[in-house]
């Protein structure tokens, strides 16, 4: 089930999420990817 803040960030259409959930890791790889496609 979606908080009400989750689905009107949603509605923003964001380019991507990340969860508290996740490692630095992935946190980093998921940065450097977003920042990847923008230089793109």
């Known amino acids: ?4 803040s989750v689905k ?3 509605s923003l259409k964001p ?6 959930s996740m490692t630095d890791e992935d946190i980093k790889k998921n940065i450097d ?3 990847a496609k923008k230089k793109a």
């Not at 089930?1 to 009400?4: D, Q, V, Y």
């Open 33 to 35: 990817d977003f920042f």
């Open 8 to 10: 009107k960030v949603m």
């Open 1 to 4: 089930m979606l908080s009400e």
């Open 15 to 20: 380019e991507g999420y990340l969860l508290k």
